[in-house]
């Protein structure tokens, strides 16, 4: 253990910490996980990323192994045997380190740099990242996520494919994104067909009926929702409050939820 530790003393030495200087000295914004999609036109997970203070948001393109880490612990799935984040958090905790945050540093040839901020034996460590491990360790660790402004005044537009219906999000609080067959394996989801709720809103109609991001619709009142679209139209007209009958499988089970549609 005291052989490791040295080891990662010694890594974060030489592992680029300027970066971080330099982000914290500027400042930095925190940031909260707000989703995990795909990027239709290039088929890659995106994971976004929002502004705790003002809703600014950063989507970072990442690689599948990374997302379905992401989306494991951002879905609360707990696997027989650790894959390589949940050995990095077991390795931190048995060696007494904490990890303070993770910062999104700089985008540099349209590549993102992250580092860790740990703490272990009264020793700060900065330890250079890339932002997909970093915030799949942050989430794991429940450490908080920050991005620098220069960072975030670089930020690329979501695909406009990724982004939710207005009509949805206004009457039941949630974003939503088509389930691709890509989408479903990265999710190791046997569901092929659906509406993936990618986002809700809280205190909003969904999460009151206990609808959870993750969760992926297959019907409303009895109709198949292959689409968004679909999703949309079946939601129409709404000038009158109504109760709506959502089937959707949550957790890789399916079952059935009520929600109270407000008017429009």
Not at 221 to 232: F, K
Request: hydrophobic fraction near 45%; charge should be positive.
């Amino acid at each position: 253990m005291k052989i490791l530790f040295r080891l990662l003393l010694f890594y974060c030495v030489f592992s680029g910490a300027s970066m971080t200087q330099a982000a914290q000295e500027s400042g930095a914004v925190e940031m909260r996980v707000k989703t995990l999609l795909i990027d239709q036109e290039s088929q890659m997970p995106v994971i976004v990323l929002e502004a705790v203070s003002d809703k600014r948001t950063l989507p970072i393109w990442i690689n599948v192994a990374e997302a379905k880490a992401i989306a494991l612990e951002l879905e609360h799935v707990t696997l027989p045997r650790p894959i390589t984040h949940d050995l990095i958090r077991n390795i931190l905790k048995a060696m007494g380190a904490t990890l303070q945050r993770v910062t999104i540093t700089e985008l540099r040839h349209n590549t993102y740099f992250a580092m860790l901020t740990l703490v272990a034996k009264g020793q700060k460590l900065e330890i250079d990242s890339r932002p997909s491990d970093a915030i799949a360790i942050a989430l794991r660790m429940k450490a908080p996520i920050f991005v620098s402004h220069q960072v975030l005044a670089q930020a690329k537009q979501l695909p406009m494919a990724t982004s939710g219906m207005d009509q949805t999000q206004n009457k039941l609080g949630i974003q939503t994104q088509n389930l691709t067959p890509e989408l479903a394996k990265l999710l190791d989801s046997q569901q092929q067909k659906g509406v993936l709720v990618t986002d809700v809103k809280l205190g909003g109609a969904a999460m009151k009926a206990g609808l959870q991001r993750g969760d992926i619709i297959t019907k409303v009142d009895g109709h198949a929702i292959p689409s968004a679209t679909a999703l949309e139209a079946a939601l129409q007209p709404a000038k009158s409050p109504r109760k709506i009958t959502f089937e959707i499988i949550k957790k890789g089970k399916p079952t059935t939820i009520v929600i109270d549609l407000p008017s429009s």
